[in-house]
Structures are given as C-alpha cells and as structure tokens.
C-alpha cells in the first residue's frame, strides 16, 4: 500500500482567487495588479466614491497602501487629484485622458471575453453566485458592501427626477451605474 493519499482538487475559493490573479496577469503589462484595479475603481466609481478612502475599501486594504498606489498612479499621469466640491480637507481622484487610453490595454479584457463566450444563463448564475458570495463574505467581515445606484435603498425618483438621499445630490445615468460606497441594497436586492 502506498503511504502517497492523492492530492485534493482545488476548491472552490482557490479556483476563484487563482481565476482573479490569471486574469490581472499578462507579461505585456505595463502596470500592477493593483494599480490596474485602482484605474478600473476610479473610471467606475460614482463621483462621491472617487476618494482615497473609497478606494482603499473597496479594495480591502489599508490605507497606506491605497495611497501609494494612487500615488504612482498620480505621478504617472494616469489619474489626477481635484478639490471636494463640498469638502476642502478631501480629493476627488479623476483619469487623465491618458488614464483612459490605459484602459484600453486593460488585462481583465481577456477574462471578459472568456466570460462573454459562457451562454448567457450561466454567466447570468455565475454573477448572481459570487454577487451572494461577495455580500455574505462582506458581511461576516463587518466590511462595506459595494453596488450601484440602480439597487440601493439610497436612491430616490422623484417627479423625473434621480436622487440620492445619503448625498441629497441629483444623480445622472451614468451614475445609476457606478460603484458607490455608501451603497445599501435595497430591499429584497442582494448585491
């Protein structure tokens, strides 16, 4: 008898955390896995969640750390800091055009179109799988939950028009789609 047992096959959570590094992975890259999240929170996030804190958030990190990221992000020409509107002490980070333009060589593009290729009901389970997975995990770690306007219980029509209570700031189409951090699902939604 050989004292060799076989080796288990990944899990589930190892699949998706190898999954996620093979998709920000390409030797012709020109960036971080990092940064190029940071690129990607920034182009997508709402215009009350383009701060720092924000982002270090979203990404599960320190602060620290997110601050060096948006620094060389910064220093590269890839995202440029402007005032608060409403607050003086806090920056709001914005893509320069040449942000953009790096968009364009964005890794993960090879992972969208392999998640393209699925038929459309399993990507449609995939999403609805890892969004459950995402909430419960934020969840149990007591960290914030991540969404759009379109499902937050912030988000108020009113007479045409669309508002957010948490900000009492009109909000545009765009914004009905970007990512914000002071997202709440609304009821019976489940991000």
């Given amino acids: 008898m050989s004292d060799i047992s076989p080796r288990p096959a990944p899990d589930l959570a190892d699949m998706i955390v ?3 590094r093979l998709g920000q992975s390409t030797a012709a890259t020109r960036l971080t896995a990092a940064q190029w ?3 990607r929170y920034f182009a997508r996030a709402s215009r009350l969640s383009r701060t720092p804190s924000a982002f270090s958030c979203y990404q599960a990190t ?6 060096q990221t948006v ?3 910064v220093e590269m020409g890839l995202l440029e800091r402007r005032s608060h509107a409403t607050d003086g002490r806090s920056t709001i980070l914005e893509l320069t055009e040449a942000g953009h333009a790096m968009l364009a060589e964005d890794p993960i593009e090879d ?3 392999v998640l ?3 038929p459309p009901e399993a990507r449609a389970s995939l999403q609805g799988a890892l969004g459950q997975v995402m909430s419960d995990l934020a969840e149990r770690r007591d960290a914030p939950v991540f969404g759009s306007c379109v499902d937050c219980t912030h988000c108020l029509r009113v007479a045409g028009e669309v508002i957010c209570r948490q900000s009492q700031a009109p909000l545009d189409r765009a914004e009905m789609d970007a990512i914000c951090v002071a997202f709440a699902p609304a009821s019976g939604v489940k991000q």
């Fill in 71 to 73: 620094k060389s992000l």
């Fill in 116 to 118: 393209d290729r699925l």
């Fill in 62 to 67: 320190t602060r620290g750390t997110a601050s």
């Fill in 37 to 39: 999240g940071a690129l």
């Fill in 111 to 113: 992972l969208r179109r």
């Fill in 18 to 20: 190898h999954l996620a």
